[in-house]
């Protein structure tokens, strides 16, 4: 399947999407949003896809929406609708995909752009990334997720000064503040990052799926009820043909072979 917008190719496992903006900074247009969603409606329903990777070509990851398109909106035009159409179901596609998705953040991911690196569910980034909240330097409020997960992950009194300031956060200060799990030499992004995506497609990918479902419920709920949660999802990968692989393969002391179901 080839798109206008974005790169797809599967490999062992793993899918691996890039934004193909690149003289652009890769940045977001209405296509790019629904290229984006049909790659990860694909993936979720391919059962031989059991890892996806977002990355950017050439120097940028994603610089949010793309500016040059917004010359020829009317007094009518809805911000609300765009973003209902196109970048929330986008950063929630990737939210409910119940398969592992990381993020090798190559260059300045920005506005919208952030909110789709932190839509992931690991990052990796290169010494030259920069992560740049964008919206209030143009004079909007964050979206696609932005202020849902920057407070979370770096903590509310420093999301309000990134926000309020479009302070750009540089890698080993996104990797200090717990923004990404790694910082990768550029030239070694992609190899690091590809070798966690197949490690990932060969391990047990129901449970990660179904961890990934667990870890969703738990920013919205009570102890009480996230390990009532936990009690109930285990009846499932308790099932699963990867756990009895898991406990034989224990028993046997070989490795483990995993299928992801
Ligand atoms: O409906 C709605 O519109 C609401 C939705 C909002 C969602 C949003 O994402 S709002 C935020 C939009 N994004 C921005 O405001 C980011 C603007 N860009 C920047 O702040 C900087 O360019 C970056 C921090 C991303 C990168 O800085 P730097 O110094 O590394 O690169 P640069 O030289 O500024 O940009 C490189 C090229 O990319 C340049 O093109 P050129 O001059 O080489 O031909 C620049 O124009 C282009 N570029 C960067 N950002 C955008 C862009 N082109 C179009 N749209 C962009 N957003």
């Not at 998705?101 to 990052?123: C, F, K, P, Q, W």
């Not at 995506?197 to 129901?206: E, N, Q, Y």
């Not at 449970?207 to 109930?232: C, P, W």
Request: aromatic fraction near 8%; include cysteine.
């Amino acid at each position: 399947m080839s798109y206008q917008t974005i790169l797809v190719e599967q490999n062992k496992g793993v899918v691996e999407i890039t934004l193909n903006r690149p003289e652009k900074y890769n940045a977001l247009t209405s296509q790019m949003a629904f290229d984006m969603m049909d790659a990860i409606k694909k993936a979720t329903r391919d059962s031989t896809a059991r890892a996806v990777l977002i990355t950017g070509a050439g120097r940028g990851f994603c610089a949010g929406q793309d500016l040059s398109e917004t010359d020829n909106r009317d007094e009518n035009y809805s911000f609300r609708n765009h973003l209902l159409k196109t970048y929330n179901p986008m950063a929630m596609a990737i939210r409910q995909l119940e398969k592992p998705v990381i993020v090798a953040v190559n260059g300045a991911a920005a506005g919208a752009g952030l909110g789709l690196a932190l839509a992931g569910d690991i990052r990796y980034a290169s010494e030259k990334a920069k992560f740049v909240p964008a919206f209030i330097g143009i004079g909007l409020v964050p979206d696609t997720g932005v202020s849902y997960w920057l407070p979370r992950l770096i903590g509310p009194t420093r999301a309000a000064e990134v926000l309020f300031t479009n302070q750009h956060i540089s890698a080993s200060q996104a990797l200090d503040w717990g923004l990404v799990n790694k910082v990768c030499e550029p030239d070694a992004l992609m190899d690091e990052v590809r070798a966690l995506a197949h490690k990932l497609a060969h391990s047990p990918t129901l449970a990660i799926g179904v961890t990934k479902r667990m870890l969703n419920h738990s920013l919205g709920v009570s102890f009480a009820d996230q390990i009532d949660y936990e009690a109930y999802l285990q009846d499932v990968t308790g099932r699963s043909e990867d756990y009895s692989e898991g406990v034989t393969a224990f028993q046997e002391k070989r490795a483990p072979v995993f299928k992801g179901r």
